[in-house]
Structure formats: structure tokens, C-alpha cells
């Protein structure tokens, strides 16, 4: 599988497009850049994704970046016709195919859950398929009103990837989440803040400026407090009382160790906005 080198992300007809924010510092914007496929994930995106990734997420500039889908639409899911391809193929061989395909695809969301980098996915028009899994691993996610989400894979007789498995039952509950992947029903973006699969919905128009106030506030924040935040909620599900408490006391004394407590706190005393390094 061939690697797209760094320039690749800025050029413009690569699946991936990664840039500095133009206006806020640490901030960065990742975009699926197929808008007349809907930006559905084929074999050139996944190729671009886990590079695309480890680019966002280690680089010491970036501590927020923007996901987002060019033009209409987030992410329809997995492109159709990408998938036609292989229908000649035996089913062993295309099983090889797609356990090569969705393990590339893993190592992203793997990469982008653990990573220090606080992940704002911004959903307009269709969210499907891998581009809800990717919606809702973000850390944050706000939709527009018009925005639509569903998990798709039944009506092509798949299973979910991404980690929809995974993050679905912890947002929605077992129950919920069985009816969301067996029934498939698309849901509009009232539903989907009412199940906490967004976090916020917002006029269409005011989309870009609501995420553009949501990362700014972020990208402002002490690094090692978000970070730390980030961690201790992400694994708290999978550790005791104990185990948790113990994870707690080992961040926040971190966190007290560095400078940028020393300037939260001073700032705090003196009545002016703390200036975080």
C-alpha cells in the first residue's frame, strides 16, 4: 500500500486535504475530500487515512482539528463502487481484501482516540455508514439542522466498522444501539442530539462559526488539561472505581506540576483570562 507523502495533503484533488486553521492558532482542519461520491471512503482515502492522521495528531502546533466533509455532505459511508470491484473475485480473496482495508481503516480511529489532539467532527447533509463510526469517535461533534445520520451496512448485508460497535452501545445504551444498526432507519438531526450522538445542532448557516467557536475555546485551553481530560473520560469505562480514582490523582498532580496550572491560577487571582502555553 503506497504512502501519500506530506504535500499530498494539500493538494487539491487529494481524498484528504489537511491545513492550518486561517485564523486560529492550533487548529487544524481534516477534510474527506470526494463531494461528488459524498465523500464516501474508497480505496485512495484509505490509503490516505492513517498518514493523514499521524500527521493531525503529531505535530506539536495542532491541539484541536476541525473534521469535516467538502461541500454537502460528511461521509455517505463506504463508496459502492469501490466495493463492486471485487465481486468477480472468490469470497476468500475478497475477504483479504476487505480485513486488509478495514485494518487500515482501525488504525486511524485507533490512532485519532489515543492521541492528545481533541477531534471536532462537524456534520452537514449525509452521515452513513464509516462516517457516522467517525462522527461519533470524535471527541466532540455538532450537525446542522439538515444533517442526517444512519448506519447503512444492512442494506448492503455488512457489519459495522469504525468502531460503531463500540461506540454506540456506550452512547445510546445496547438496546437502542441494536435498533439503530438492525433497522438501519435514517434519523434527522433532532433525534440524533436527543440520543447524545451529537452534541450540538445548529442552523446550517451557523455551523462553521459554531465549530469555529467550539475548537477556538479548546485550541485556548491548557493542553495538558484537555489531554488529560480526554484520557481519564475515554478509559474510564473499562477501569474500577479504584482503578479510575487511582488514574484521577495521577492527571490532575500532572497537570498541577506544569506551568500552565501557575498561570491558570494566577490568572484566576488576578480577574484576567489565563494565557496557556
Same mark, same amino acid.
Given at each position: 500500500m503506497t504512502t501519500p507523502s506530506p504535500d499530498s495533503f494539500s @493538494? !487539491?484533488?487529494?481524498?484528504?486535504?489537511?491545513?492550518?486553521?486561517?485564523?486560529?492558532?492550533g487548529v487544524a482542519t481534516f477534510t474527506l475530500n470526494r463531494p461528488k461520491?459524498?465523500?464516501?471512503?474508497?480505496?485512495?482515502?484509505?490509503?490516505?487515512?492513517?498518514?493523514?492522521?499521524?500527521?493531525?495528531?503529531?505535530d506539536p502546533a495542532i491541539r484541536v482539528v476541525i473534521v469535516q466533509g467538502s461541500g454537502e455532505h460528511f461521509m455517505a459511508g463506504g463508496d459502492i463502487k469501490s466495493f463492486a470491484e471485487t465481486l468477480s473475485e472468490p469470497g476468500s480473496e475478497?475477504? &483479504?481484501?476487505?480485513?486488509?482495508?478495514? @485494518?487500515?481503516?482501525h488504525a486511524g480511529v485507533e490512532l485519532l482516540q489515543r492521541s492528545d489532539v481533541i477531534a471536532v467532527a462537524k456534520?452537514?447533509?449525509?452521515?452513513?455508514?464509516?462516517?457516522?463510526?467517525?462522527?461519533?469517535?470524535?471527541?466532540?461533534?455538532? =450537525?446542522?439542522?439538515? !444533517?442526517?445520520?444512519?448506519? !447503512?451496512? &444492512?442494506?448492503i448485508g455488512l457489519t459495522p466498522d469504525g468502531g460503531q460497535s463500540y461506540f454506540l452501545?456506550?452512547?445510546?445504551?445496547? &438496546?437502542? =444501539?441494536?435498533?439503530?444498526?438492525?433497522l438501519s432507519e435514517r434519523i434527522k438531526a433532532d433525534e440524533a442530539l436527543r440520543l447524545s450522538l451529537v452534541n450540538k445542532v445548529v442552523a446550517a448557516a451557523e455551523l462553521d462559526a459554531t465549530v469555529d467557536r467550539i475548537a477556538a475555546s479548546l485550541a485556548a485551553s491548557a493542553r495538558g488539561s484537555m489531554a488529560g481530560a480526554k484520557r481519564l473520560l475515554t478509559t474510564s469505562l473499562g477501569n474500577s472505581l479504584s482503578e479510575q480514582l487511582n488514574a484521577e490523582r495521577e @492527571?490532575?498532580?500532572?497537570?498541577?506540576?506544569?506551568?500552565?496550572?501557575?498561570?491558570?491560577?494566577?490568572?484566576?487571582?488576578? &480577574?484576567?483570562?489565563?494565557?496557556?502555553?
Open positions: @493538494s !487539491a484533488d487529494s481524498p484528504i486535504l489537511i491545513a492550518p486553521h486561517p485564523t486560529m492558532p461520491a459524498l465523500n464516501a471512503l474508497d480505496m485512495a482515502m484509505t490509503r490516505a487515512l492513517v498518514p493523514a492522521i499521524q500527521r493531525v495528531t503529531q475478497r475477504k &483479504k481484501h476487505f480485513m486488509d482495508l478495514i @485494518s487500515t481503516v456534520v452537514r447533509g449525509a452521515c452513513a455508514g464509516f462516517g457516522l463510526s467517525l462522527a461519533i469517535g470524535c471527541d466532540l461533534t455538532v =450537525a446542522s439542522d439538515d !444533517a442526517y445520520f444512519a448506519s !447503512a451496512y &444492512k442494506t452501545p456506550r452512547i445510546v445504551g445496547v &438496546k437502542k =444501539a441494536l435498533e439503530l444498526v438492525l @492527571s490532575f498532580s500532572n497537570c498541577a506540576a506544569k506551568d500552565d496550572f501557575v498561570e491558570g491560577i494566577r490568572a484566576f487571582i488576578e &480577574k484576567r483570562p489565563p494565557k496557556f502555553s
